[in-house]
């Protein structure tokens, strides 16, 4: 991680994600039912708990809508969850989201995986995106992490942001 990056983080007060490719591997489970189930990894739903706690806002847009994953968002303690989105609709729940919350865009982390998050990632805001993300993606990002969506990426980028603002081990010392 360069310099540039880490002073970036250092400005961070809000994550926004996308779920599937970034909270999830991308994988879905088609039931008889007609429910599609996501897994999700325990160790970024910490992250986010603990980014919460901490004072952090965590935000959630994502065309995917399964009431399961809302609850998981919720346990996690997420209450700015938009999804249902259009896939070509995250700009205008982006923009809108900010604008009511009176964002600055240098405070804020997006992390997207695919070509549905590429004109909000276009914006001011810092991107972050895992590993297996989509090439456009990837060339877009100011941030790459080592982890594959699904597998870490949440919790590493909410651990490099509170490690650059001393923050990570505030819990125990």
Excluded at 57 to 83: H, P, T
Excluded at 84 to 110: C, H, M, Q, R, W
Excluded at 152 to 169: F, S, T
Aim: overall charge negative; aromatic content about 10%.
């Amino acid at each position: 991680m360069d310099l540039s990056t880490t002073e970036r983080f250092k400005r961070i007060k809000t994550f926004i994600f996308d779920i599937d490719g970034v909270m999830t591997d991308g994988s879905v489970i088609a039931l008889e039912s007609g429910e599609q189930p996501r897994i999700f990894n325990v160790r970024d739903g910490y992250g986010i708990n603990r980014a919460i706690r901490m004072g952090y806002g965590v935000a959630i847009i994502s065309a995917q809508n399964q009431v399961g994953v809302r609850k998981r968002l919720e346990y996690l303690g997420v209450s700015d969850i938009f999804i249902g989105t259009s896939p070509d609709g995250k700009l205008p729940v982006y923009k809108k989201y900010i604008a009511e919350k009176n964002l600055n865009e240098d405070e804020i982390v997006f992390m997207g995986d695919d070509l549905p998050d590429y004109e909000v990632m276009r914006t001011g805001v810092m991107g972050a995106c895992p590993a297996d993300s989509a090439d456009e993606i990837l060339a877009l990002a100011d941030y790459i992490s080592p982890k594959t969506g699904g597998h870490g990426a949440v919790r590493d980028l909410i651990e490099q942001v509170m490690k650059a603002q001393g923050k990570w081990m505030a819990w125990f010392d």
